[in-house]
């Protein structure tokens, strides 16, 4: 993922923090790491960088690619244009005479991409006539209820309709109970989340839809963007329309922030807004109370035996580390080796930190001043 500014209670970045399959990274204001932290639970992580040789961190007969999963992209952290106005004045210019009358539908999540794209277009309608509405849709049992709230809260303070769709409810439960939590490599609730979404589209028929994708957000969407307009930035598309295409995470946290509209996920030191329990989540993004805020206790947890059963338990795993690691988001080979290598780290004086500490350095860029 891309480095998120730690920022001061002035206004100046002070260093940088990334994290990503339970590494956390944090680097100097210019760019140079200083620490790597390996996730043993939910609450610790150990220092480890002493112990990485080339991009590997190896202990007894189980080895790890820090650089492959920590997917660090050391991009310059500036701001795209001087001002947010600006750049949607820029924007009008660009796209204006293609989207004149359009009506452009935004995949809306909640999160500061999705977010910052209709804080655009919003704007954008100052300068250039078309309809605007957004979709979000609501995964049960696996996401929280207080998204639909702060969604609603979008909608009125942006004065854009936001239309908010669930999965398919009987579905998903039957899924959890029979097959167990998603996984990386296997995550089956994506298609149940995006169902509803082209249902509504097949219903509605926009002439353009409106996405949050950025060229510096991970390598391989870099890689993926950067491939389709080498040579100038493609905001538009087709019928896809990009409005954040060439942001960095400022321009994000600028505009996420101008609109008064900061999801409480990162007030929390999330870095990112998903489901409470999506597999692509470290170990810290968690919550210990996982289950308590769970509009269905009783659900998750036959998922977490479903899944413990059909996929970990013959690979020697013992359940309470399987519930204490949410192994569960890994593919089983890949979870027996992060298993491995907490046993093997437990045995060595390491020095430690815990997640609080991590999530408000996450917290920094939301609450102190915008970073200059």
């Given at each position: 993922m891309e480095?998120?500014?730690?920022?001061?209670?002035?206004?100046e970045v002070v260093g940088f923090i990334a994290t990503s399959n339970d590494f956390t990274a944090i680097f100097d204001r210019n760019g140079v790491l200083r620490k790597l932290y390996f996730w043993l639970t939910a609450g610790t992580a150990v220092r480890v960088e002493s112990l990485v040789k080339g991009r590997v961190l190896a202990l007894e007969d189980v080895e790890l690619d820090v650089v492959k999963a920590l997917e660090d992209i050391p991009w310059p952290v500036v701001y795209s244009t001087p001002s947010f106005e600006e750049y949607v004045e820029w924007l009008s210019r660009e796209v204006g005479p293609y989207i004149e009358n359009a009506e452009i539908m935004v995949n809306f999540s909640g999160g500061k991409d999705s977010l910052s794209v209709l804080s655009v277009l919003v704007e954008l309608r100052k300068y250039v006539s078309f309809k605007l509405y957004a979709v979000y849709t609501h995964v049960p049992f696996?996401?929280?209820?207080?998204?639909?709230?702060?969604?609603?809260r979008v909608s009125r303070r942006l004065d854009v309709e936001i239309e908010i769709?669930?999965?398919?409810?009987?579905?998903?439960?039957?899924?959890?109970?029979?097959?167990?939590?998603?996984?990386?490599?296997?995550?089956?609730?994506?298609y149940l989340k995006l169902k509803p979404i082209k249902m509504l589209k097949k219903e509605r028929r926009p002439d353009m839809v409106a996405d949050g994708d950025r060229l510096a957000e991970t390598f391989k969407r870099f890689k993926r963007l950067y491939s389709m307009s080498p040579k100038k930035p493609r905001i538009l598309s087709g019928?896809?329309?990009?409005?954040?295409?060439?942001w960095t995470v400022l321009d994000v946290v600028r505009a996420t922030r101008r609109c008064g509209c900061v999801h409480p996920d990162y007030l929390e030191g999330q870095?990112?807004?998903?489901?409470?329990?999506?597999?692509?989540?470290?170990?810290?993004?968690?919550?210990?109370?996982?289950?308590?805020?769970?509009?269905?206790?009783?659900?998750?947890?036959?998922?977490?035996?479903?899944?413990?059963?059909?996929?970990?338990?013959?690979?020697?795993?013992?359940?309470?580390?399987?519930?204490?690691?949410?192994?569960?988001?890994?593919?089983?080979?890949a979870a027996r080796i992060y298993w491995k290598m907490r046993r093997a780290l437990r045995d060595k004086k390491l020095?430690?930190?815990?997640?609080?500490?991590?999530?408000?350095?996450?917290?920094?860029?939301?609450?102190?001043?915008?970073a200059k």
């Open positions: 480095r998120y500014p730690i920022v001061s209670t002035e206004g696996l996401e929280l209820s207080r998204n639909i709230e702060f969604v609603s769709l669930e999965g398919d409810r009987e579905l998903m439960e039957r899924r959890l109970v029979e097959d167990g939590l998603p996984f990386r490599g296997w995550r089956w609730c994506t019928n896809r329309l990009k409005p954040v295409y060439v870095p990112r807004v998903a489901c409470m329990l999506c597999p692509y989540k470290s170990l810290h993004e968690i919550p210990a109370d996982y289950l308590e805020r769970s509009e269905d206790p009783g659900v998750l947890e036959q998922a977490l035996r479903t899944s413990y059963r059909k996929r970990y338990a013959d690979l020697g795993i013992p359940w309470d580390d399987f519930l204490e690691q949410h192994l569960w988001r890994m593919h089983p080979e020095e430690s930190v815990n997640s609080d500490y991590v999530n408000s350095l996450f917290t920094t860029m939301w609450t102190n001043p915008l």
